[in-house]
């Protein structure tokens, strides 16, 4: 089952979308004799200002292929990625009045990775006996590169119609590519030493691209010294995207884009551009990248100020601008040249107002100063959604139990505020508390459940991009929840704040449930043993609270229901199964309802206690809770 390079397969691959992409793509065109005039603005001169260009290119394959003996399988994938990206400064070119030329800034990143799992059942003692023996394979390729300065073709083309189209073609750059193959063996009549064989970094040549715009843009009559505008392609698994900032006139100092970027969870400055259809998670950290341009003939000198600014609402008025922390930057930017300015941005509460109502937008102002004197300013929209809300289930129950919760959250913020019940797409995690009520089917255990809600936390994380997240918890998902947070939460090392902002708890038995006690006893008596019930015993989560005492620095509120007397033996008031002091234990922040507890999980609470927790807006408190002993009553 060996296996040699294969580098050249996949250059290969590389070469043929390449050509296959390119060969497609509209060459820039020259304009006809007949199919330009002059563009109606009232300025003269070369458009100046910043063109981005990017391309993706995405395959994936999975498939099981038998092997020729009938006695086993493959299992192969392949994936590979190309992600390339250009941020052009478009500059007046003094040697010719009227033209432009363009300094770019490359980076480029391709990646391909084959694996294949390899089984087949073979005798070692001429049939007597069999075993399965197994390979594992894997090749990966890597092509980086980046360039700064280089020359790039620009094209504006304004027809007499109004009108005009946009292009760019770009150079190659040289690159570095890199390779890795490992192989492992198991279960072979001889013992086989797999392989780990790594490629050094190798220069390579990265091909440039081009592109140019189909014409349908029209100059605004209204403000005909500016151009602005995105336009992208799609063929098969290629998508290529043009955005540009242009204007005639302008100062010799000014801004020309304003770009945002988060991280892709897990890894940490990975940075990624975010659309402005896909905004960013409150919490997330933000670069805010912004592009100056200097067309002057001398080196400038300037400083670059970041504002969030509100400009009001029906329920409340505007408000003056504010600076973002931190938020002066000074830059020097050389005659004829572009500079980017950045700053990272908290957005932690930036999907809320301080009163809790939704914030959709966040809007970001960047101000350019030159000698004291502001010369330019720039504002884009942000959209920050709030976190995701992992929500658990308790004992005899599912994700059901949280089924209108996405309908709840979408009422109170917008759809982008997620609901991630445990167990609704099972492929991620499904916890095993039991099926219907008083059920004695075999549970998992507390410690079980909790590596389930793991799963599904990082499920939820990369699904919807966020470093941070919601517990909601009801009943015993409570209990599955803190386990979760002592035993199996690690928090980054990067920032202070932890992976769960905030654990709500509904009802949750915290110093155990006396109906446990009694139902555990008559079960016992039947001859059936329910770990999930044996688990929410006060005798067990007596032990429980002394074990599992880190919290992390997650908030922790509990919310208890007060509407029925005694019952289990118990004297104090509860919501039918859960005392109201085992409810709320040793929690600082709590609260009281009148709802028994199967309906904790409505929407009156919900809004009553569960929302205010979570709609936290910027003036609130995000830093973590104080470490602290939570054993202790």
């Given at each position: 089952?060996?296996?040699?390079?294969?580098?050249?397969?996949?250059?290969?691959?590389?070469?043929?979308?390449?050509?296959?992409?390119?060969?497609?793509?509209?060459?820039?065109?020259?304009?006809?004799?007949?199919?330009?005039?002059?563009?109606?603005?009232?300025?003269?001169?070369?458009?100046?200002?910043?063109?981005?260009?990017?391309?993706?290119?995405?395959?994936?394959?999975?498939?099981?292929?038998?092997?020729?003996?009938?006695?086993?399988?493959?299992?192969?994938?392949?994936?590979?990625?190309?992600?390339?990206?250009?941020?052009?400064?478009?500059?007046?070119?003094?040697?010719?009045?009227?033209?432009?030329?363009?300094?770019?800034?490359?980076?480029?990143?391709?990646?391909?990775?084959?694996?294949?799992?390899?089984?087949?059942?073979?005798?070692?003692?001429?049939?007597?006996?069999?075993?399965?023996?197994?390979?594992?394979?894997?090749?990966?390729?890597?092509?980086?590169?980046?360039?700064?300065?280089?020359?790039?073709?620009?094209?504006?083309?304004?027809?007499?119609?109004?009108?005009?189209?946009?292009?760019?073609?770009?150079?190659?750059?040289?690159?570095?590519?890199?390779?890795?193959?490992?192989?492992?063996?198991?279960?072979?009549?001889?013992?086989?030493?797999?392989?780990?064989?790594?490629?050094?970094?190798?220069?390579?040549?990265?091909?440039?691209?081009?592109?140019?715009?189909?014409?349908?843009?029209?100059?605004?009559?209204?403000?005909?010294?500016?151009?602005?505008?995105?336009?992208?392609?799609?063929?098969?698994?290629?998508?290529?995207?043009?955005?540009?900032?242009?204007?005639?006139?302008?100062?010799?100092?000014?801004?020309?884009?304003?770009?945002?970027?988060?991280?892709?969870?897990?890894?940490?400055?990975?940075?990624?551009?975010?659309?402005?259809?896909?905004?960013?998670?409150?919490?997330?950290?933000?670069?805010?990248?912004?592009?100056?341009?200097?067309?002057?003939?001398?080196?400038?000198?300037?400083?670059?100020?970041?504002?969030?600014?509100?400009?009001?609402?029906?329920?409340?008025?505007?408000?003056?601008?504010?600076?973002?922390?931190?938020?002066?930057?000074?830059?020097?930017?050389?005659?004829?040249?572009?500079?980017?300015?950045?700053?990272?941005?908290?957005?932690?509460?930036?999907?809320?107002?301080?009163?809790?109502?939704?914030?959709?937008?966040?809007?970001?102002?960047?101000?350019?100063?030159?000698?004291?004197?502001?010369?330019?300013?720039?504002?884009?929209?942000?959209?920050?959604?709030?976190?995701?809300?992992?929500?658990?289930h308790g004992l005899w129950?599912?994700?059901?139990?949280?089924?209108?919760?996405?309908?709840?959250?979408?009422?109170?913020?917008?759809?982008?505020?997620?609901?991630?019940?445990?167990?609704?797409?099972?492929?991620?995690?499904?916890?095993?508390?039991?099926?219907?009520?008083?059920?004695?089917?075999?549970?998992?255990?507390?410690?079980?459940?909790?590596?389930?809600?793991?799963?599904?936390?990082?499920?939820?994380?990369?699904?919807?991009?966020?470093?941070?997240?919601?517990?909601?918890?009801?009943?015993?998902?409570?209990?599955?929840?803190?386990?979760?947070?002592?035993?199996?939460?690690?928090?980054?090392?990067?920032?202070?704040?932890?992976?769960?902002?905030?654990?709500?708890?509904?009802?949750?038995?915290?110093?155990?449930?006396?109906c446990a006690d009694v139902?555990?006893?008559t079960f016992d008596i039947?001859?059936?043993?329910?770990?999930?019930?044996?688990?929410?015993?006060?005798?067990?989560?007596?032990?429980?609270?002394?074990?599992?005492?880190?919290?992390?620095?997650?908030?922790?509120?509990?919310?208890?229901?007060?509407?029925?007397?005694?019952?289990?033996?118990?004297?104090?008031?509860?919501?039918?199964?859960?005392?109201?002091?085992?409810?709320?234990?040793?929690?600082?922040?709590?609260?009281?309802?009148?709802?028994?507890?199967?309906?904790?999980?409505?929407?009156?609470?919900?809004?009553?206690?569960?929302?205010?927790?979570?709609?936290?807006?910027?003036?609130?408190?995000?830093?973590?809770?104080?470490?602290?002993?939570?054993?202790?009553?």
């Amino acid at each position: 089952m060996q296996r040699g390079f294969n580098f050249y397969r996949q250059f290969i691959a590389l070469i043929i979308l390449l050509s296959l992409s390119i060969s497609t793509f509209a060459q820039v065109k020259k304009p006809t004799s007949g199919g330009q005039a002059k563009a109606p603005a009232t300025c003269s001169g070369a458009w100046t200002g910043n063109i981005t260009y990017s391309k993706t290119i995405s395959m994936a394959d999975s498939k099981t292929v038998e092997r020729v003996s009938n006695r086993g399988k493959d299992e192969k994938k392949f994936e590979m990625n190309y992600r390339y990206k250009a941020s052009v400064a478009v500059l007046e070119d003094k040697t010719t009045p009227g033209s432009n030329i363009g300094k770019a800034f490359i980076e480029h990143r391709f990646t391909s990775v084959d694996q294949t799992s390899a089984e087949e059942r073979n005798s070692c003692d001429q049939g007597k006996t069999w075993k399965v023996m197994k390979g594992e394979f894997e090749s990966k390729t890597e092509i980086r590169g980046q360039a700064s300065g280089q020359p790039a073709i620009t094209y504006v083309a304004v027809n007499s119609d109004g009108s005009y189209s946009v292009g760019i073609s770009l150079q190659p750059i040289q690159g570095v590519a890199k390779g890795e193959e490992k192989s492992s063996y198991s279960g072979q009549c001889q013992p086989k030493e797999g392989k780990n064989v790594t490629m050094p970094d190798t220069p390579t040549n990265i091909e440039g691209n081009r592109m140019n715009t189909n014409g349908s843009h029209r100059i605004d009559p209204k403000d005909p010294n500016k151009l602005s505008g995105s336009w992208s392609q799609t063929l098969g698994n290629s998508t290529e995207t043009i955005t540009w900032n242009l204007q005639k006139c302008g100062g010799q100092l000014r801004i020309t884009d304003i770009q945002f970027e988060d991280m892709k969870f897990p890894n940490w400055n990975d940075w990624q551009e975010i659309t402005e259809q896909r905004g960013t998670i409150d919490g997330n950290f933000v670069k805010i990248k912004a592009k100056i341009l200097n067309e002057s003939g001398e080196t400038k000198y300037a400083d670059l100020r970041f504002k969030e600014t509100y400009k009001g609402d029906k329920w409340d008025g505007a408000k003056p601008d504010a600076p973002l922390e931190d938020s002066v930057r000074s830059v020097r930017i050389d005659a004829n040249s572009e500079e980017t300015v950045e700053m990272i941005f908290d957005s932690a509460g930036y999907a809320w107002f301080d009163d809790g109502r939704p914030r959709l937008v966040q809007r970001i102002k960047t101000e350019l100063e030159e000698n004291g004197k502001k010369i330019d300013e720039r504002t884009e929209n942000l959209k920050v959604a709030p976190k995701p809300v992992v929500l658990v289930h308790g004992l005899w129950s599912n994700w059901r139990a949280f089924e209108s919760w996405q309908n709840i959250l979408t009422t109170s913020h917008s759809y982008d505020w997620k609901a991630f019940p445990v167990g609704e797409k099972p492929e991620n995690g499904v916890m095993n508390t039991g099926k219907e009520f008083m059920s004695t089917d075999k549970t998992d255990s507390i410690g079980d459940n909790a590596r389930q809600l793991a799963k599904y936390i990082e499920y939820a994380q990369k699904d919807r991009n966020a470093w941070h997240i919601d517990l909601v918890a009801h009943s015993m998902g409570g209990l599955i929840s803190r386990w979760y947070i002592d035993q199996l939460m690690k928090n980054y090392t990067e920032t202070p704040r932890p992976r769960v902002a905030h654990l709500v708890m509904l009802g949750t038995p915290n110093m155990g449930s006396p109906c446990a006690d009694v139902m555990d006893l008559t079960f016992d008596i039947l001859g059936k043993q329910v770990e999930a019930v044996r688990q929410l015993r006060t005798d067990y989560i007596e032990g429980f609270n002394k074990i599992h005492t880190q919290r992390k620095g997650v908030k922790f509120s509990a919310l208890a229901g007060n509407s029925l007397p005694g019952f289990c033996k118990w004297s104090g008031e509860g919501d039918g199964v859960v005392p109201v002091t085992s409810a709320l234990w040793t929690i600082k922040d709590t609260g009281l309802t009148d709802s028994i507890h199967t309906d904790l999980t409505g929407t009156k609470d919900f809004s009553g206690f569960v929302k205010p927790r979570l709609a936290i807006g910027p003036k609130g408190n995000h830093l973590p809770e104080i470490p602290q002993m939570t054993g202790q009553n």
